[in-house]
């Protein structure tokens, strides 16, 4: 059974620049806290059930990727209103008829606790099955970006590995990344914050003020 800290209100809606709200959960891994993960990104995830099919294809890919989430400093954690008894048999069954073994831990929120203090599940839904969700929680716990998608849409790896190297790019330095941005790409710079600065700007690239590539200010 998950622990969620009482000081949280379960309605509180989880926002980005804010403290993620602490928990303990039993997992496929064992007992977890959200502090286990300080020093460290964590992308935390939820899934609406085991045993289906777009759960699957979307697990398969995460623990594919795991290496690249571990070159970027930042751990996997799933979750799902499922009984860890359901967990593991969906993992082991997994293993057999595909050949991937999930590693990264997996919650057991039977109780809804976790998958209502993060918005997952609505305070009055009278469904107990959580919307795809992702939250990225930075190494001092806060989260920096929340994206929810439907039960029949599944997620891009690729994307959720994009957002986090941005979000890394953003505040390794005083920048901010466009749209459709990579890593290695041109980034920009953020608005300018008077107009000084804005005359500076336009001095750097013929006139656009407030859209400079962060390689011509430097």
């Given amino acids: 059974m998950s622990e969620v800290a009482e000081n949280i209100p379960k309605t509180q ?3 980005v620049d804010r403290l993620a709200p602490e928990f303990e959960a039993r997992t496929t891994r064992g007992l977890v806290r959200l502090s286990d993960y300080r020093g460290r990104w964590l992308v935390f995830f939820s899934h609406p ?6 759960c699957t294809s979307e697990f398969i890919a ?3 990727a795991t290496h690249r989430f571990e070159a970027l400093n930042c751990d996997l954690l799933g ?9 593991l048999a969906w993992l082991k069954d997994i293993e057999a008829r595909v050949g991937v073994r999930v590693e990264f831990p997996i919650i057991e929120d039977i109780s809804m606790d976790v ?3 993060y918005g997952m599940i609505h305070e009055d839904s009278a469904s107990t099955a959580t919307v795809r969700s992702v939250f990225f929680i930075d190494p001092n716990g806060y989260v920096r970006a929340i994206i929810h998608y439907p039960m029949n849409v599944g997620r891009s790896v690729e994307e959720i590995l994009r957002v986090l190297a941005a979000l890394q790019a953003s505040e390794a330095g005083e920048i901010a990344t466009p749209e459709g941005w990579t890593p290695g790409a041109d980034a920009v710079l ?3 914050l008077d107009l000084v600065e804005a005359d ?3 001095s750097m ?3 656009a003020w407030y859209y400079t590539h962060a390689e011509n200010g430097k």
């Fill in 13 to 15: 809606a989880v926002q």
């Fill in 49 to 54: 059930a085991d045993f289906t099919p777009v």
């Fill in 62 to 64: 995460l623990q594919k």
């Fill in 79 to 87: 979750l799902s209103v499922d009984s860890l008894y359901a967990h």
């Fill in 115 to 117: 998958s209502r203090a």
């Fill in 190 to 192: 953020p608005p300018p």
């Fill in 200 to 202: 500076q700007r336009s």
């Fill in 205 to 207: 690239n013929g006139g």
